[in-house]
């Protein structure tokens, strides 16, 4: 082994982490979000070099997809040499190009249809509108407290922090445990349990929080609808989306995605 070849022998010898495969392709993942940051953050001489060599990665990138493009697609002339076809001719009559395409196309539908929604979209909810400013201290100077002025869900576990170290505060009054659900193909409504809240279509800090605004993503529980999957296991919870503003009609409506 030559020299300095210290990590190469190591992994040798005692191998790798349980979990290598994982953090690579996590590391993977973030390059493209590390090349962003980069790329917004530089400045000067810095931003110029580093924008040549994004510029010379994404060339190189376009040649590599043509390439392989160009070796996916077979020509005419392959299939059938008694009747050979001028050069510019020779891609027109690429089935298997045809078809490669068309199942991309119909694996994107497939998977939008998958993941599609009663709201797709919902309008945007300002900060102000959402947490409303505390402030505390003798003189009120203090003000890193919020108030949300949502509906909210907690757990059943959910324990509030002391008062001197919650930044967050969600009122008694505005918490719900409960929503109506349709189901779309039985047309019945129950009401049923909330188990969690999944996706919030404002930011990641409304699902953090648990708040329930028009366009939210839930898991509630379904175990009283008997719903069963193929292998003949009972469902305990599915998804839903909320329909209506909570806040405004004191309860909360959802649609439940099958």
């Known amino acids: ?26 590391r993977e993942a973030r390059k493209g979000h590390d090349a962003s ?8 001489l810095a931003a110029k070099q580093y924008a040549q060599k994004r510029h010379k990665e994404k060339i190189q990138m376009r040649k590599q997809i043509k390439a392989m493009e160009e070796k996916n697609v077979q020509s005419a002339s392959d299939k059938d040499p008694s009747t050979p076809l001028p050069n510019y001719l020779l ?18 539908s497939e998977k939008a249809a998958r993941f599609a929604v009663p709201l797709p979209k919902v309008r945007g909810i300002a900060d102000e509108e959402t947490f409303k400013v505390i402030h505390t201290g003798k003189k009120a100077t203090k003000s ?7 509906p ?24 719900y445990k409960r ?8 047309n019945v409504t129950v009401q049923l349990k909330i188990l969690s809240v999944k996706k919030s279509p404002q930011q990641p800090l409304h699902t953090q929080l648990g708040v329930l605004t028009k366009g939210t993503v839930l898991e ?24 209506n503003n909570p806040e405004m009609d004191g309860c909360v409506n959802a649609v439940l995605l099958v």
């Not at 022998?9 to 392709?25: N, P």
């Not at 940051?37 to 000067?44: I, S």
């Not at 909210?152 to 008694?172: A, H, L």
């Not at 929503?179 to 039985?186: G, I, Q, R, S, V």
């Open 220 to 243: 509630v529980d379904v175990s009283d609808l008997g719903l069963t999957t193929a292998g003949g296991k009972v469902v305990w919870g599915r998804y839903a989306q909320i329909t």
């Open 144 to 150: 890193w407290k919020r108030m949300i002025t949502k």
């Open 91 to 108: 891609d027109r009559n690429s089935n298997e190009a045809k078809s490669l395409s068309s199942a991309i196309k119909n694996r994107r």
């Open 37 to 44: 940051e980069k790329a917004q953050n530089l400045r000067g």
């Open 152 to 175: 909210t869900f907690v757990g059943p576990d959910f324990t509030r922090r002391p008062v001197k170290y919650e930044r967050f505060i969600r009122p008694m009054g505005l918490r």
């Open 1 to 26: 082994m030559p020299q300095n070849e210290y990590m190469e022998r190591f992994t040798k010898q005692h191998g790798r982490r349980l979990d290598h495969e994982e953090r690579t392709r996590k």
């Open 179 to 186: 929503c109506h659900t349709t189901h779309p193909e039985l």
